[in-house]
Nanobody, 119 residues
């Protein structure tokens, strides 16, 4: 069984920085796209950033230039480095991975980690 375990998050002042990591474990053959989504109270879950196995990245316009997504394929781990954080970045952040385990590629999600940015 595949699991995604997130770490990082917490409380930070506006303008500060924070890092998240997410490690996939289990009977993993390979991972394709990985990334991060977030959900603020009363809002729908939205894409933050994704990265392909080859390193091609995609960012939401709201985080471009402030957030950096990266991954370590040998560890099946994806990272999100967030800088110049704003109160509107406050949300639960979920990692995502498309993983090939015992069958076709499937989507997996982390449990979510809270990021709170105070003004």
């Amino acid at each position: 069984q595949v699991q995604l375990v997130e770490s990082g998050g917490g409380l930070v002042q506006a303008g500060g920085s924070l890092g998240l990591s997410c490690a996939a474990s289990g009977s993993i053959f390979s991972s394709n796209a990985m990334g991060w989504y977030r959900q603020a109270p009363g809002k729908q879950r939205e894409l933050v950033a994704t990265i392909t196995r080859g390193g091609r990245t995609n960012y939401a316009d709201s985080v471009k230039g402030r957030f950096t997504v990266s991954r370590d394929n040998t560890k099946n781990t994806v990272y999100l480095q967030m800088s110049n954080l704003k109160p509107e970045d406050t949300a639960v952040y979920y990692c995502y991975a498309e993983i090939i385990a015992r069958g076709p590629a499937s989507d997996y999600w982390g449990q979510g980690t809270q990021v709170t940015v105070s003004s």
